[in-house]
């Protein structure tokens, strides 16, 4: 799965908000309101990955300034532990205004996934397996059990060992408790704001569309306040969860600026959830067998020996301006080894771009035999060591060449060079 640039300052945010919120809670008056909370953390994972049948998640996320939103997003997914099946609902609207759909369901036998969902180019791709298909890789996957979880744990309990008395654990007629809390600046550890700061500045310096809407923070960056609330069910399972970061930092000039992060997650209709496979009727649908995979898999990879380009464009004097071009070469690809060259060209006037241009081999390999997409190493101009990755799309003939590198504005997108 790739990353979009576009969602490094959420996700700061997110990991932010919920140190915040966990910091918070834990704050606490005393030892057992921080425990019940880390305790409804750990019951709610593992019932999600062991016990329930079958559950939704809901999560949410929106970053504001002056009261308008920049970018939101908003994912429902389904889990049917039981049956081996998942269905996927997600929304997403970028900073720079364009907003995005997706759709996928997921059983033992098919995969479908949808594409431009709710406009007038609405497809889906219908996947048959006819070996059966491993569901195992879209199965919630308890994090307390990963090899990190404990340092992660132990990194929170030093935070929350330097606040005091903020947050209110109340225990309700049901069984269930509801905690709250809040952080002011003056409570915030100052290595949090270290942080929160640099990786703040890091997600400006990459992303044009979120520098078009809020001045590049670059200085006095802090967490100015973060509130909380969560709800632990009967049965120890957190099920609801909201927090709201604000974050003040000054522009280039000077200029004081605030920005605030919400986050809302729900668990919801716990064993009572049906994850359905679509009716597709009057749709626009391929179908596509595989045999034995997570994902689709490749029926001819050799077919993609060839040249592949796209334009290198920048924005001038208010217009698009194309510079160069950028090259991929496949010169050879099969079931598990995809083998090639890429390369930058300059137009005359614009040496000064072609001075850092990249030029390298490539020799990367699939994580499974016929897989589609394979993982491989560079060295970049400058001389570093650098990773990419490479994914052949049967469908369209397109190459998805993503490179480990800090720029905005390269396209890993490459259409075929025809005659």
Partial sequence: MRISKKVVLPAVFIAGIL?????AFADIVNKSGYDTLKDGVKQTAASCSE????FTLDFSYAVKYKGETISS??????????????????????PDGTTYRSYYYMDKSTWITGNDIGTSNESYVYTEYTEGRETDT?????????????????????????LKDQVVVQENADGSKSLSGSLSEVQIPALVNAVASLQVKQAFAGDNSLRAKIPALTQDIYVKQIEGSATIDPDGAMNYLLATLILSGKDAQGQVHEITMEVLVKLTDVNATVAQKPDLT?????????KSSSGPQISNPEMFAGTYSNAIIIQQDGKFIKIGERYLLIAHADNTTIAGRYYEEYKEGYETYAQNALAFTFDANTS????????????????????????????TAKIYFNLNIPSDSYDPVFMPVLE
């Fill in 73 to 94: 997003e908003n994912e429902v997914k389904k889990y049917d532990r039981q049956n081996g099946a998942t269905e996927d609902n997600s929304y997403r609207m970028n």
């Fill in 282 to 290: 009057g749709k626009k649908v391929e179908k596509v067998t595989g």
């Fill in 368 to 395: 499974e035999p016929e897989k589609q997409d394979a993982m491989f190493e560079f060295i970049d101009s400058a001389g570093l060591n650098r990773t990419g990755s490479i994914y052949l799309d049967e469908r």
């Fill in 51 to 54: 016990s329930f049948n079958n």
């Fill in 19 to 23: 140190l915040f919120a966990t910091t």
């Fill in 138 to 162: 879209d199965r919630f996957s308890n994090p307390f059990k990963q090899s990190e979880a404990a340092d992660i744990e132990k990194i929170v309990d030093a935070v929350v060992g330097s």
